[in-house]
């Protein structure tokens, strides 16, 4: 140690400076700073859609021209109504007291040339519907909630029974729960 520092004092009494030290974290800073400003500064530009445009990257604009433009969608046929019989089912009720559900409803169909294939599946329709009403509780066709779901339950067997007619929709026109 002793050695050491005697070989510094020599180095001092020549006039050699000591190593400096500390010049290591002010490169650094010199370094990444001007990189995090310009990766920043490209980040803000790509992600505001400036810099896809100074690039050319954007899509071209969409043509205004008639000729270009796509012919509109056919007229669609509006839909038809079936009707359904009245339906009267005992719903699963716990106790002595019996509970009944009286339905009058009708289907919508996309086309009105199903109305035929919709009538010829009917005995199953019904089938369908009396057997999934036998099973609801009343409890579960409370409130608009239970109707919209008794509607959509409908609505999926109705386009099972049906099958190449598209039912769209089951509308109530009773619902009497007894």
Do not use: C
Not at 92 to 108: I, M, Q, S
Not at 158 to 171: E, I, K, W
């Amino acid at each position: 140690m002793a050695a050491a520092a005697a070989a510094k004092m020599d180095a001092a009494a020549e006039g050699e400076a000591p190593p400096a030290k500390g010049g290591g974290k002010k490169k650094l800073l010199l370094i990444l700073l001007p990189v995090l400003l310009l990766g920043g500064g490209g980040a803000g530009l790509w992600f505001t859609g400036i810099l896809p445009g100074l690039l050319g990257m954007n899509p071209p604009p969409a043509p205004t021209e008639q000729a270009d433009a796509e012919p509109p969608p056919p007229p669609r046929s509006p839909p038809a109504f079936v009707e359904l019989p009245d339906i009267i089912a005992n719903l699963n009720a716990t106790g002595r007291r019996p509970v009944f559900v009286r339905l009058k409803a009708k289907l919508e169909i996309s086309r009105a040339e199903d109305a035929a294939a919709v009538t010829e599946a009917m005995p199953r329709l019904m089938d369908l519907f009396q057997t999934y009403l036998r099973e609801v509780r009343p409890e579960e066709l409370r409130g608009s909630a239970g109707t919209h779901r008794l509607r959509q339950e409908l609505m999926a067997r109705a386009s099972l029974a049906a099958a190449p007619a598209r039912v769209t929709d089951v509308l109530f026109m009773e619902m009497l729960i007894q």
